[in-house]
T-cell receptor, first 114, second 116 residues
Framework: DAGVIQSPRHEVTEMGQEVTLRCKPISGHDYLFWYRQTMMRGLELLIYFNNNVPIDDSGMPEDRFSAKMPNASFSTLKIQPSEPRDSAVYFC????????????FGSGTRLTVV | AQTVTQSQPEMSVQEAETVTLSCTYDTSESDYYLFWYKQPPSRQMILVIRQEAYKQQNATENRFSVNFQKAAKSFSLKISDSQLGDAAMYFCAYRPPQGGSEKLVFGKGTKLTVNP
C-alpha cells in the first residue's frame, strides 16, 4: 500500500496565481479530508468527502478555495487567486468509516505564496 | 463544539527516561475516539496510539501508553524509555462517534525534545 499520495511536495507561487494541490487516497478508503496547518491556527479541517461527495466544507476559508473529488482515487484543492496568507502546509488524509480508525495522512504540500 | 487542549507547548526529556504529555478535551458525547499523532521534522503525520472511549482499559503500543480518564476528559500520553527518534510534535485528537461528523479535531500540539 503506497499510502496517501500528495503532489507537489512544495509549491512556490506568486500572489494572484492559481494553485492546484492533488491527492490520491488509499484504495478502498471512503473518506477524504483536506487540512491546513499553520503556526498560528494549528491543524484546521477545510473540507471532507464521503464516497466522493462533499459532506462538510464549513472550514473552507472563502470562495477562493474549492475542492473536488471526481472519483474515488483523486481529489484536488484549488486556490484562485492565491494570497500570501494562504501560505501553509496542506494535508490530505483518508480513512475507512468502520471502526475507531484514525486518518492516514499524506506527506503534505508546503505552499508559499509570495 | 468539541475542543482539544494541550497545555504544554513544549516538553523535554532525557534519553531513556519517561515523559508524559497532557491532553484534555470537551465533549457531550459518551462514545468517541481519541488519538495521538506524531509529526517529526519530515512533517509526516504518524498515528501513534488510539483509544475508544467505551473501553476502560488504557491503550498501549510498545513504549507508548495512555492514561484515559473519561470523567475528567483527560487523555495523556506516556512515552517510556525515550529515544532520540521520539523528538517531534505530538498532537492529541478527538473523533466523534459513528453516525456523527467524521471530523478529527486536533489540539495545538506539544513539541517534544529528547536530550542525549
Amino acid at each position: 500500500d503506497a499510502g496517501v499520495i500528495q503532489s507537489p511536495r512544495h509549491e512556490v507561487t506568486e500572489m494572484g496565481q492559481e494553485v492546484t494541490l492533488r491527492c490520491k487516497p488509499i484504495s478502498g478508503h471512503d473518506y477524504l479530508f483536506w487540512y491546513r496547518q499553520t503556526m498560528m491556527r494549528g491543524l484546521e479541517l477545510l473540507i471532507y468527502f464521503n464516497n466522493n461527495v462533499p459532506i462538510d466544507d464549513s472550514g473552507m476559508p472563502e470562495d477562493r478555495f474549492s475542492a473536488k473529488m471526481p472519483n474515488a482515487s483523486f481529489s484536488t484543492l484549488k486556490i484562485q487567486p492565491s494570497e500570501p496568507r494562504d501560505s501553509a502546509v496542506y494535508f490530505c488524509a483518508s480513512s475507512l468509516r468502520t471502526g475507531p480508525r484514525g486518518y492516514t495522512f499524506g506527506s503534505g504540500t508546503r505552499l508559499t505564496v509570495v | 463544539a468539541q475542543t482539544v487542549t494541550q497545555s504544554q507547548p513544549e516538553m523535554s526529556v532525557q534519553e531513556a527516561e519517561t515523559v508524559t504529555l497532557s491532553c484534555t478535551y470537551d465533549t457531550s458525547e459518551s462514545d468517541y475516539y481519541l488519538f495521538w499523532y506524531k509529526q517529526p521534522p519530515s512533517r509526516q503525520m504518524i498515528l501513534v496510539i488510539r483509544q475508544e472511549a467505551y473501553k476502560q482499559q488504557n491503550a498501549t503500543e510498545n513504549r507508548f501508553s495512555v492514561n484515559f480518564q473519561k470523567a475528567a476528559k483527560s487523555f495523556s500520553l506516556k512515552i517510556s524509555d525515550s529515544q532520540l527518534g521520539d523528538a517531534a510534535m505530538y498532537f492529541c485528537a478527538y473523533r466523534p462517534p459513528q453516525g456523527g461528523s467524521e471530523k478529527l479535531v486536533f489540539g495545538k500540539g506539544t513539541k517534544l525534545t529528547v536530550n542525549p
